[in-house]
């Protein structure tokens, strides 16, 4: 078959964006990129160019999602644009019967996204269309047991985990918590989790640190899980993970951004888990395209859901301190 025909939504580094990284996993998995959406014609504009320079993809730019499927044959969306507009976006794809990548969180804003989002998950099923979220430290476990052998893979007792997000406030919340929910997800699989014991504290001043504190509840498994979430932290931001006592951080080596795995004593390779997880995706539309059905995206709803339950328990003060 012909390959896959994905267009961007939101393809510019503006807010941390990823665009230019996707762009670039995507075509590295022999997917094409034909277009990209901006809101204006200057930033649709930038897009391209950015996407050009940084990646050698000639992208053509539009600033109206109704023009560019009138003029684009795409069989794919990669919205990449900020997390308030993917609920729009992921509609006029449902409408358009379109397949889906989406960054994280799926839905965003007002009290009743986990509804929102699952109403939207639930649409993407029932059509057979793939719908995927770009949640990425899954696939740093591979890496996690090269560096600790001894690491049997189960459900864990304890998880931790350090991230550095660029925003404060309930925006550190959207941005940093779907990756803790995923990996916990893929350390006990289960449709029906849920979370109790859901606490906030500041944990240190210098470096301005917030933790949030929950125990993932499952039929088979209670596991207590800490998210610290440093603030002004320099780029490249670090990020670790630790499961029952053992540590694994991320270093990036610059200039390549080459990524390492590691604790104390020893560093692993560490292939970039965004790589991974778009050519992940990218396997799954073609077979899509093929006539093959999708992976169930129930569990982006039910991380939805759990999404919501850490925003209800979030105090006032995380709210007022947004940006």
Known sequence: MSAPRVALVGARRVRQGLGPFVARDL??????????????????????????????IHARPHTSLDELLAKEPVDA?????????HERYLRAALDARLHVLCEKPLVWGAADFPR???????GF??????????????????????????????????????LAPAARGIDALR??????????????PDPHPHLEAIHFERVSRVPETMRVSFVYCTP????????????????PRPAAIEIDGLRGERRIRLPDYR?????????????????????????????????????????????????GALVDACP????????
């Open 27 to 56: 075509a590295a998995a022999g997917v094409e990129i034909p277009a990209v959406l901006g809101t204006s014609a200057e930033s649709a504009a930038s897009a391209a160019r950015e996407l050009t320079e940084r990646v050698g």
């Open 77 to 85: 969306l990669a919205i990449l644009s900020p997390a308030e507009t």
């Open 116 to 122: 929102r989002g699952r109403e939207l998950v639930d």
């Open 125 to 162: 099923r029932a059509r057979g269309l793939l719908l995927e979220e770009n949640c990425q430290w899954p696939h740093v476990l591979d890496a996690f047991r090269a560096l600790h052998p001894g690491w049997n893979g189960g459900p864990p007792r304890k998880v931790a985990m350090l």
């Open 175 to 188: 941005d940093s918590l779907s990756h803790p929910l995923s990996l916990l997800q893929a350390l006990c």
């Open 220 to 235: 088979g498994a209670r596991v207590p899980c800490a998210v610290d979430l440093l603030a002004d932290a320099q780029v």
């Open 259 to 307: 990524m390492e795995l590691a604790d104390d004593e020893r560093a692993v390779p560490l292939p970039d888990p965004l790589s991974r997880h778009v050519a992940v995706f990218a396997a799954h539309l073609r077979a899509a395209l093929e006539g093959s059905a999708p992976p169930d995206p129930a569990p982006i709803a039910c991380r939805l859901a759990l999404l």
């Open 316 to 323: 006032d003060e995380l709210h007022d301190c947004a940006g």
